[in-house]
């Protein structure tokens, strides 16, 4: 008998989206493990590595019950890098269950063609992304570290369509880096580049998980 599809798994949580375009609403995430990048500043370095080998079977189950205690009509699969691993048959299993899907990924892999949202987040040092998701992509985010500068700002936006948002987010909302974001969203007005915009991680002003 053929072994039904796993996923790695780190938690599956209900919360509220703090982050992006879709911003305070009702969300359950599925964060799954492994990370190609491993960024210094990421904030959820327990998933790069290990996690639970979950039968898609249960995660939907654990997605239903958190959603008995609070509804929501979306999934984020977030991580560590989600796209790592082959998430067709939890994105299909999803959208079959009338849900629907946000992927949050570096842009390194392939996007995937059945989820609902593409939420790109492109990394340091070169901030490549997949071909696939210059079209595909509902909104790009860049993570206001260090290393960020006003060129890489204009690069990244130059990748992507004028159309598609490009947000720029402080790291961990930091003092540091929400006057980083504030000087780069003044720099990319100045140099005349479309749409981008400042964003805060809403979950954290709130205490949410």
Request: net charge positive; glycine share 8%.
């Amino acid at each position: 008998m053929r072994r039904p599809p796993t996923l790695k798994t780190t938690e599956i949580f209900a919360s509220v989206q703090g982050e992006g375009l879709r911003q305070g609403e009702p969300t359950i995430f599925v964060r799954l493990a492994g990370c190609n990048r491993r960024c210094a500043f990421c904030d959820t370095k327990k998933a790069w590595r290990g996690g639970r080998e979950l039968a898609i079977d249960r995660i939907l189950d654990e997605v239903e019950r958190l959603r008995r205690g609070r509804p929501a009509a979306w999934v984020t699969l977030t991580g560590g890098e989600p796209l790592a691993q082959d998430v067709r048959p939890l994105v299909l299993r999803l959208r079959e269950a009338g849900l629907k899907v946000q992927i949050e990924t570096n842009g390194t892999f392939p996007p995937n063609p059945h989820a609902d949202w593409h939420t790109v987040s492109p990394k340091p040092p070169d901030y490549d992304v997949h071909p696939g998701f210059l079209k595909r992509a509902r909104e790009v985010k860049l993570v206001v570290c260090r290393s960020l500068t006003l060129d890489a700002v204009r690069t990244v936006r130059a990748t992507f369509p004028a159309a598609t948002p490009l947000i720029l987010q402080p790291q961990s909302n930091l003092a540091w880096s929400r006057k980083k974001a504030l000087r780069l969203l003044e720099g990319a007005s100045r140099a005349g580049l479309a749409g981008v915009r400042l964003s805060v991680q809403l979950h954290k002003v709130y205490g949410f998980r």
